[in-house]
Structures are given as C-alpha cells and as structure tokens.
C-alpha cells in the first residue's frame, strides 16, 4: 500500500491543488480548487481553501514531516473552480511583494485574488489571511447561449509592476468549447484602497483550438512553454 505522509478530505470534490513556491516562513501556502454539481439544482458550487502547509523540523535527521493542519486558513465560496496558478505581482511604490492567484471557474470567467497577510506569528495563521478580489475576465456565452467552462490556466513567469512596461504577465486559458484564449494582466496606476494598485485582466487572443469529427473538444489542459512565448494543449 502506498503510505501518505498526511491528507485530508474537502468538502467539495478537490480538482486542483498549486502551492506558492519561494515563500518564506515554516509554512507554505497551498490552494486546493473545488467543483462539484449539485445534481438536484444543476448548480456548479465551488471553493478556493487555502492551507498554510507546515514544512517541520529541518533540523531532524529524519525527513522533514508536512501537514496541511487541522483546519484551512481561509475558505473563499465561489463557482466551481477546476484550475489555479499563482503568480507573483511587485508594488514598487508601497514596497511590498503580492501574492495572487489565478483560478479558471466552471462560469468561464478567470477570477484574480490576493493572498493578504496580517501580522507574523505562524501561531495566528488562522486569523490573519483573507483572499480579496483583484480582477476577472469576462465570461465567454457560446452559441447556445451557455458559457463555455473554463477548465485550465497556467501563468507566465515574469515581473510585474507599474513602473514597468504593460502586458509582461500573462495567462493562457482552455475552454469546455475547445477554445484556448490568452489574457495580459497589467497593473494600472490607478491606486485603490489606498495601496493597492489595480490590475486588469485583458483578453489579446481567441483561437479555436481542438475538435473531434468537426465538433468543439474540450481542452482539459494549457500550460506555457518554457519560453513563455508558446503553449501546449491537451484534451
């Protein structure tokens, strides 16, 4: 039998799971995306439930023990999300590094939040993270009239920040309607409660990507290439 060092089990059906790599501290933030259909209302319900994953004791000779914890940090109700990425935005003004993440949601829409931490101790994780609102892209209606799901996204690697040229990060999306589309997010000068700066996510390209006897395929998977100057799809 194959042993786990820990698990835990949601709430809504898990589909994705992205942690936030060069993070300082004993903890890193994980998002787990969750989707599930109700199946008597036919409502798409979903969660982003992000776990502060303690890292353990490196100073052990044995490995270090991970643990998601006993509880998320913070649970943010939303549509179902099937597909998530973090990136990460500078605000040279204020000083400070933002840490976002991109989600891909079964409304079609690609929805932009904020990690924001209040205070330090690791202790008091659990009162002082929220997730706030940054941008969100339009939903695609198809012919039918119903939106096209969004079923994955991946984010370019790049800096980001409003003393720098626009467009520098971008994200590449798939599409239940076998589309794939990418977005610039560009930080505006604009500033919003009172530090920070907005951002706008702003769809530059549209291609139909994938059919099957002539007929739309979903697209289950996009991601950069390594040079973030092409992409790679699969369905």
Request: proline share 3%; hydrophobic share 35%.
């Amino acid at each position: 039998d194959t042993k786990h060092i820990d698990h835990i089990k949601t709430e809504l059906n898990a589909c994705s799971l992205e942690a936030l790599q060069n993070f300082s501290g004993n903890s890193k933030p994980v998002m787990i995306g969750c989707y599930q259909l109700d199946q008597e209302t036919k409502s798409r319900n979903g969660q982003l439930r992000l776990y502060y994953c303690k890292n353990g004791d490196h100073n052990q000779a044995a490995a270090p023990k991970i643990s998601f914890g006993k509880e998320p940090v913070t649970i943010k109700q939303c549509s179902g999300v099937l597909d998530g990425s973090w990136f990460t935005c500078y605000d040279d003004e204020a000083d400070r590094q933002m840490n976002m993440f991109a989600s891909a949601s079964a409304t079609g829409k690609i929805h932009i939040h904020e990690m924001v931490e209040e205070g330090c101790a690791d202790e008091d994780v659990q009162q002082r993270v929220s997730l706030i609102p940054r941008a969100a892209s339009e939903a695609l209606v198809g012919a039918t009239g119903d939106n096209a799901i969004c079923l994955a996204l991946d984010c370019s690697v790049s800096h980001l920040s409003p003393s720098t040229s626009q467009g520098l990060m971008k994200i590449v999306s798939s599409y239940s309607n076998g589309e794939i589309a990418i977005h610039d997010i560009n930080m505006s000068d604009i500033i919003q409660n009172d530090y920070y700066h907005s951002l706008v996510l702003e769809e530059t390209q549209r291609i139909r990507a994938h059919t099957l006897f002539g007929c739309p395929s979903e697209v289950w998977a996009c991601c950069w290439g390594k040079t973030s100057a092409s992409t790679y799809t699969d369905f």
